[in-house]
């Protein structure tokens, strides 16, 4: 058999967990949100995303988990930073500049893991389970311009034995 893979979002002010259909950013902290109906306003970010990978069926090892944003164009005084390294336990999602999501998210594969598993770059999985979590949050400038921002796609690629 294969590993199942699905996106795991944690949210709002308690460890509500639930699988997203999309990642959208906004102005709550809410799974599968609409950006027009939590819309950011410009020289503000983005409540932050904790996300992690969730694995289910029949595997023997999961590892080597790297994340990227794959495509989709920044618009101007647009940007998303991320973390995905250490991320163990939830905290309250925040709008004020992330503590944790502090590095702009890659545009290219990195080549290498940069998402945890269990508090290390060198973690794995042997059965269901987790990545340690993906937190992102976008910053929308002052001189931003009004209006919907580019879709992005973000790829986590792992390796399965």
């Known amino acids: 058999m294969v590993a199942t893979f699905a996106w795991s979002e944690t949210y709002g002010a308690s460890t509500t967990t639930g699988t997203p259909t999309n990642l959208n950013f906004g102005s709550t902290s809410a799974i599968d949100l609409t950006p027009s109906t939590y819309p950011i306003t410009a020289g503000t970010n983005s409540y932050e995303k904790w996300v992690r990978g969730d694995w289910s069926g029949s595997f023997t090892r999961i590892d080597n988990v790297q994340f990227w944003k794959s495509a989709g164009a920044y618009v101007t005084g647009e940007g998303i930073d991320w973390d995905g390294d250490g991320n163990t336990a939830y905290v309250v999602s925040t709008s004020a500049t992330s503590s944790v999501a502090t590095t702009v998210v890659p545009t290219a594969d990195p080549g290498t893991a940069n998402v945890s598993i269990g508090g290390a770059l060198t973690g794995s999985l042997t059965a269901t389970g987790y990545t340690d979590y ?4 976008m ?5 931003a311009s009004a209006g919907p921002v580019n879709q992005k796609t973000f790829t986590l690629q792992y390796d399965e034995v």
Not at 134 to 137: F, G, K, N, R
Not at 139 to 143: L, M, P, V
Request: proline residues 0%; without cysteine.
């Open 134 to 137: 993906v937190v992102m949050q």
């Open 139 to 143: 910053q929308i400038t002052s001189t």
